[in-house]
DNA sequence: GGTCCTCCCTACCATTTAGTATTTATATTT
DNA sequence: AAATATAAATACTAAATGGTAGGGAGGACC
């Protein structure tokens, strides 16, 4: 006590070890909701108990209240991650310079890609109701954003010719359906890999679109099964 | 008084009385399931209490018991009319007589109807793990038969010419995810109406699945917007 | 009028489960 | 090695809710 400990002592490196911890927390913070979000997925929100995920984590529950202060927010994070996925596609859909048809399917794949990603495996989105009123309408307005996004790239699509004429509204609801629908009947274990399924539904995706004249008329190149 | 009003005009039709009674036992009880049915599919199941239930019929909890012996009865009854809809389709689709890509429209359309009717509107199938383990496995196995049949017309119409190469499987969970979905963003108060969605979306589904070089390529005159 | 019979309601019980208070172990710092 | 801070476990509380028991109101039949 003859000196207090602070500022020269702690110095040489408070930084690091704080920020291995820091990461070490981090780590642990994105296990449960990783492990979180699969339940979530598998189960639904309201039949998974903080029990439930703490035994699969093989940890007590009051251990993951240092992660996540509730539940909710444990469904917002996954929310979230969701939404990131989404907004990365648009993201990457932005950038590529082309058309609207073939900016609409880079988006899609890449929020394809999010749901099979261990973590973006997230919960079937229609769990809104259970999120703190507030969260709640955080995450409605930015989904309804991507919403919005998804119907103008489809609107571009049309004008540039390479979508047929069709509602744009109404067609982002089928591809979004298509995709958010994915994760009810996706197994790691099914016979599909998400590649495959990605390019099947691409496909399907792009000749449902497309214009009928459309100069190049894809199609994947499946496998006859007989 | 003079006059008990009962036997003379009771008399010609005793057995009416008693039918009534069943009668009206039998509206009260798909009341109850209808109310369930929107309540569950908007909120989810196991956000909606038994009390939420009783509450918007106006009666009380106990009430609900007469007519149904438990909450999972009343999801079990959910998912035995969705899968009504889907093998009515399927009835539907195997008495026409034309190519394997017109039987699935037809049978996809019915489903659709049944998706948007009153009762129908049913609980997002997802909740399969709230169910009675016995009524789960037969939930299950019903849903697998509906599963295998659409993608038999799938199989159906590639080997005919109607629909393009490709997978079955895949091509079936895309089509049934479009429409799985519904439930998931249709309200009433939407500015489309159940007509409209189910013309749009047979209209893609059509596109989307027709082989490439089909002699009649049907899209559906969508009303050019701007 | 008296007796069922049907229906429904007011309590009530029992279970599940989100979240917390308190204690014990572990590692890091001086 | 002592001290401190962090993490995790045990044991608990409180609220929500599925389901039930028992009673009361009203019509139907003798």
């Not at 093989?58 to 529950?61: A, D, E, L, P, Y």
């Not at 109701?129 to 969260?135: A, H, R, Y």
């Not at 359906?177 to 996706?186: E, H, K």
């Not at 679109?209 to 994947?220: C, F, G, W, Y």
């Given at each position: 006590m003859s000196d207090t400990?602070?500022?020269?002592t702690?110095?040489?490196a408070p ?6 911890r820091d990461e ?5 913070r994105?296990?449960?909701?990783r492990?979180?979000?699969?339940a ?8 998974t108990?903080m029990?439930?995920v703490a035994s699969v984590l093989?940890?007590?529950?009051p251990?993951?209240?240092?992660y996540?202060?509730s539940?909710?927010e444990l469904?917002?994070?996954?929310h979230?991650?969701a939404m990131?996925?989404?907004e ?5 859909a932005?950038a590529?310079d082309g058309?609207g048809?073939?900016k609409?399917i880079?988006?899609l ?8 990603g261990?973590l973006?495996?997230c919960p079937?989105?229609?769990d809104v ?7 709640r309408?955080?995450?409605?307005a930015r989904r ?15 004008a540039d010719?390479s979508i047929?004429?069709c ?9 979004l ?10 197994r790691?274990s ?6 495959e399924i ?5 496909a399907?995706l792009i000749?449902g ?12 190149k499946?496998?006859p099964k007989?």
């Open positions: 400990p602070s500022a020269a702690r110095a040489p930084g690091r070890a704080a920020f291995d070490q927390r981090r780590r642990k994105e296990a449960v909701l492990v979180a979000a699969s979530f997925n598998r189960r639904g929100f309201a039949n108990s029990d439930d093989g940890v007590s529950k251990t993951l209240y240092q996540f202060k539940k909710q469904l917002y994070a996954c979230q991650v990131d996925n989404g990365a596609g648009l993201a990457l932005a590529h058309t048809l073939e609409l880079i988006y794949r890449r929020y394809m890609e999010g749901i099979f261990d973006g495996n079937v989105l229609t109701d259970s999120l703190v009123p507030e969260d309408a955080n995450v409605v309804k954003r991507i919403s919005a996004a998804t119907k103008e790239l489809i609107a571009l699509g049309v010719g047929g004429p509602d744009p509204k109404l067609a982002s609801l089928f591809a359906g298509v995709v958010n629908w994915i994760p009810a009947w996706y790691d099914g016979p599909n890999t998400p590649e990605m390019e099947s539904f691409a399907l000749s679109l497309a214009a009928p004249a459309a100069p190049k008329r894809q199609r994947a499946a496998k007989a």
